[in-house]
């Protein structure tokens, strides 16, 4: 039973690019969480999806951010016009439903923008 | 709404030493507690999870927590530390399991 994958493990960007970051959830989950990590800070919840909708935005920015949980496919999260302070670590985290059941974390995409 | 309150984002102990990692949450409905671990350059890995069951919860690597209702508190304790045990470590508080909310985070060092 395969974990929830990532990917990129490392994305290097320059200012203005776009980044895309890609989370696979576990085999059967179909919700899914985005984090940012900043160095030296907690998780910060950006957006929660389930298939096909989005459940609540309210940790992401209105502007050059976005995320999608389609049918079929990985979620992404995609960061538009990407600037220095988009660097962080952002994971993703896949949830069965259930309400006593825990989050799966994934090892996490680091960004780095030059 | 709910929140997680964890104090002291550094902790020291020495090598042997009780660790004692402190977590206070909020919420008008009995919750779901967690208590993630994170080492560098990795995800979050769960430690232990209460879920109205025994209010002495017993996890991997030694770890327990209690949770204790009229202290609205849910501390993470090890009788000895481990130098493997240095790490952050995050808790969790949900309710209807859809929204999680994770305290700040403890940086915890062992001292050889």
């Known amino acids: 039973n395969a974990g929830v994958m990532q990917n990129p493990r490392h994305l290097v960007r320059r200012r203005g690019q776009e980044a895309r970051l890609r989370c696979s959830p576990m085999?059967?989950?179909?919700?899914v969480y985005w984090y940012r990590q900043l160095p030296e800070e907690g998780l910060k919840f950006m957006v929660y999806l389930q298939k096909e909708n989005i459940i609540d935005e309210s940790g992401m920015p209105k502007e050059r951010f976005s995320a999608e949980f389609p049918k079929e496919g990985p979620s992404i999260l995609r960061i538009q016009q990407v600037v220095r302070g988009d660097s962080a670590a952002y994971f993703c985290?896949?949830?069965?439903?259930?309400?006593?059941?825990?989050?799966?974390f994934g090892p996490g995409t680091r960004l780095l923008v030059l | 709404a709910q929140s997680v309150t964890q104090l002291g984002s550094h902790v020291s102990v020495s090598e042997g030493a009780l660790v004692l990692l402190r977590c206070n949450y909020s919420s008008s409905v009995p919750p779901y507690l967690f208590w993630y671990v994170q080492y560098p350059n990795q995800g979050l890995q769960l430690l232990l999870k209460y879920t109205s069951a025994a209010t002495l919860v017993k996890g991997i690597n030694g770890f327990e927590a209690e949770f204790k209702k009229s202290e609205t508190s849910f501390h993470l304790t090890k009788p000895s530390a481990h130098m493997s045990d240095a790490a952050e470590y995050f808790c969790?508080?949900?309710?209807?399991?859809?929204?999680?909310?994770f305290g700040t985070g403890t940086s915890l060092t062992v001292i050889p």
């Open positions: 969790a508080v949900t309710t209807a399991g859809n929204q999680f909310y």
């Open positions: 985290a896949s949830w069965p439903g259930q309400p006593q059941e825990t989050q799966y």
């Open positions: 085999k059967g989950h179909s919700h």
